[in-house]
């Protein structure tokens, strides 16, 4: 089976097993959906989700029959994936952030730098950019104005030269 990385699990929140996730999708309700299946860790065990909520830029999220601090703590710092079969499948054009991530960025045939995240934004999602020549991080729209081309099977994004883009 298929995964994609949907969230990272930050930190426990109160005593009833909530967990604090930073989020990797831009489809969180339908991702942590109740009653749904997602996976945690590399070993990805399977978690049906009782319950998830928005708190301060994260989410808050527990699950069936492990609502105690005590049953949940130990999964801090894991990575939280759905399986690829319950995901319907995506545009021509629409990626997911886990894609994305590790991608080497080009300007004109050169490489510049590396994908860090992708980052939410209220109209568009962004690109945030590791730059090779200043080791500085960039934030790039995630639009086609600026995105020229996405190559995952070459690991490699274009991005158009623009002064103080990158």
């Known amino acids: 089976m298929e995964y994609v990385n949907i969230g990272k699990i930050v930190n426990t929140f109160g005593i009833r097993g909530e967990l604090k ?4 999708t831009d489809f969180v309700d339908e991702r942590f959906k109740k009653g ?3 996976y945690i ?4 065990i399977p978690f049906t989700v009782a319950n998830h909520r928005e708190h301060k830029g994260f989410l808050l999220v527990s699950f ?3 609502e105690d601090i005590n049953l949940v703590e130990k999964y801090k710092n894991m990575m939280i994936y759905k399986s ?10 629409e990626y997911y952030f886990s894609d994305l991530r590790d991608l080497d960025v080009y300007v004109e045939g050169v490489r510049v730098g590396k994908v860090l995240l992708v980052e939410e934004g209220i ?3 962004y690109l945030r950019i590791l730059k090779d020549e200043d080791h500085k991080e960039h934030l790039v729209p995630f639009l086609d104005v600026f995105v020229k081309n996405v190559d995952l099977e070459e690991k490699r994004i274009d991005i158009v030269k ?4 990158l």
Do not use: C, F, Q, Y
């Not at 996730?21 to 990797?24: F, G, K, L």
């Not at 623009?162 to 883009?165: A, C, D, I, R, S």
């Open 21 to 24: 996730v930073a989020s990797n």
């Open 84 to 93: 690829k079969d319950d995901i319907k499948p995506l545009k021509k054009g």
């Open 162 to 165: 623009m002064e103080g883009l």
């Open 123 to 125: 109209k568009h999602n």
């Open 41 to 44: 860790g590399e070993e990805h």
């Open 36 to 38: 749904s299946t997602v």
């Open 64 to 66: 069936k029959d492990r």
